[in-house]
């Protein structure tokens, strides 16, 4: 098995060199802000935001992926560098200075930063992740209450995993090898869809290939996409959009107190529904996350062979050492590597001007790996007992600050359970082999990211406790 490529990325990226660009002459630094689109010149007091060179880098961006920002960061030996990406001038920021500023509503806003062109984190147009102020604040509230507020909710989405992942392991015992990942990514869509009621039936999903093929495009795609290309609506969407408007027709009914309910009986601020569209949209935002949350798993899995000492020691329940292990799991594992923000007014940060319009992108994935923060940020170390919170601006691996009024992802709660969930069936539902002769490297460059192989597992069986 070849793991060594496996979260040790930051060890091997260029070592931290000075650029030529990290303090440029006053000549060049005039050459620089002459290269600046119209509007965009650097005040003559306000150091130069050193830029990194060449006319765009898209396509670096969707070939290097995850390392993309972090590479530069490091080659310039600077947390903020400017670059363009889609032909638009862009700021990108990292550590946790810079994450308290991203997400500082007051000076900054999500409408028009338009990640969504790389990353999909949402569905569509009108969709939480796009609204700002107090109307974000109460269609969030919505989320809030699903995910964060209603404990029972999210045990129930924990009981509805467990149940689906138990299902499938008769399956496993007479298999003989097992593919992990895609196995993962069916039980975690047959949840998302039965934790939802979202109007497709579980089974349903089993004859269809399309709504199948669909479902999973939304869990490996749930973060950032390869390309900028405009999406079609898909026949998930349509299916969807029908739903909701059967609904509003009143010929069907949603089971009180789902989140298809909540989403359909929801009311702006000034007492409208939202159209079918923009509900649909929000329970993708419910269906794409949950279904995609297999990846974290599977690289538990990983690190439960590479670590495993970790799998005896998680053999005796102990609900403390569950989460240090899930939460290192989450720190670790490439996921949604950055978010986008636009600046709302002209304002100084830490001495450099931003202005009004200025497009600005965070580095979540490289907060998340600041040697600063977390010493030997590269290895997987459970041990550092990391709780997510809204005071800490540095394990930033779904957003920080408040969840209830910035935009930070509600789900982490949710994340967090089933990741330990997963954990728990793996070291204490069932034994199994992990096959040597498979590649579970990790490269930075592919994004969504998994390991290669998508890991195969041989041999299970029930432990002896969870048989009988
Ligand atoms: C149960 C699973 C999840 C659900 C239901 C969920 C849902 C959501 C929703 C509705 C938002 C929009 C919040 C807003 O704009 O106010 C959001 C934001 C976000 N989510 Fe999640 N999410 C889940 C899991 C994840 C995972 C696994 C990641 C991976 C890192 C993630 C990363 C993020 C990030 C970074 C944001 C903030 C984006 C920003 O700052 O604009 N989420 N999530």
Redesign the pocket.
């Known amino acids: 098995m070849n793991q060594s490529e496996f979260h040790r990325q930051p060890d091997t990226l260029a070592a931290p060199s000075a650029h030529p660009l990290a303090q440029p002459s006053s000549a060049l630094s005039e050459a620089l802000s002459g290269a600046l689109p119209a509007g965009a010149s650097e005040p003559a007091r306000s150091p130069a935001i050193p830029r990194s060179p060449g006319f765009d880098e898209t396509v670096k961006l969707a070939r290097e992926g995850y390392g993309f920002l972090s590479q530069r960061f490091r080659s310039m030996n600077s947390q903020i560098f400017r670059t363009r990406l889609m032909l638009r001038d862009v700021i990108c920021l990292t550590g946790p200075d810079a994450a308290r500023l991203?997400?500082d509503d007051d000076r900054l806003t999500?409408v028009g930063?338009m990640?969504q062109m790389v990353l999909r984190?949402?569905a569509g147009k009108g969709?939480?992740?796009?609204?700002d102020g107090p109307v974000?604040r109460h269609?969030?509230a919505m989320?809030v209450r699903m995910?964060v507020e209603d404990r029972t909710g999210i045990d129930r989405?924990v009981a509805i995993f467990r149940r689906n992942f138990i299902e499938r392991v008769p399956d496993w015992i007479r298999w003989g090898a097992v593919p992990l990942g895609a196995e993962l990514d069916l039980i975690l869509i047959r949840t998302a869809l039965a934790w939802t009621h979202a109007p497709i039936d579980a089974d349903e999903i089993d004859r269809d290939d399309v709504l199948l093929a669909e479902l999973a495009e939304q869990a490996g795609h749930?973060?950032p996409r390869r390309l900028p290309l405009p999406r079609r609506s898909s026949a998930l969407e349509r299916r969807l959009k029908t739903a909701f408007r059967q609904i509003r027709r009143g010929r069907q009914a949603p089971l009180p107190g789902t989140p298809m309910a909540m989403i359909a009986g929801y009311l702006d601020p000034q007492g409208r529904p939202l159209s079918p569209a923009v509900a649909a949209g929000?329970l993708i935002?419910?269906l794409?996350?949950?279904a995609?949350?297999g990846?974290?798993i599977l690289f538990a899995a990983v690190e439960l062979e590479r670590h495993g000492e970790w799998r005896e020691i998680l053999r005796v329940p102990d609900d403390r050492l569950l989460t240090d292990f899930a939460e290192e799991v989450?720190r670790c594992?490439p996921?949604?590597p950055f978010?986008?923000?636009v600046a709302r007014t002209s304002f100084d940060w830490n001495g450099y001007q931003i202005r009004r319009g200025q497009w600005l992108l965070?580095d979540?994935y490289g907060t998340c790996h600041d040697e600063a923060a977390f010493h030997n940020a590269g290895e997987f170390r459970p041990l550092r007992e990391l709780r997510h919170g809204p005071d800490d601006y540095s394990f930033?691996?779904?957003?920080?600050g408040s969840?209830k009024d910035?935009?930070?992802?509600?789900?982490?709660e949710?994340?967090l359970s089933?990741i330990k969930e997963g954990v728990r069936l793996l070291t204490t539902a069932i034994d199994y082999d992990m096959p040597t002769e498979q590649d579970v490297s990790v490269s930075l460059s592919d994004m969504p990211c998994r390991p290669k192989d998508g890991v195969v597992i041989s041999g299970v069986r029930w432990q002896e406790m969870a048989a009988g």
């Open positions: 991203i997400y999500r930063a990640p984190l949402i969709s939480v992740q796009q609204l974000h269609r969030k989320f995910l989405l749930f973060g929000e935002n419910l794409g996350p949950i995609s949350l990846r974290y989450r594992v996921f949604y978010v986008g923000a965070f979540l930033v691996a779904q957003g920080a969840v910035g935009h930070r992802c509600p789900g982490e949710a994340t089933i």
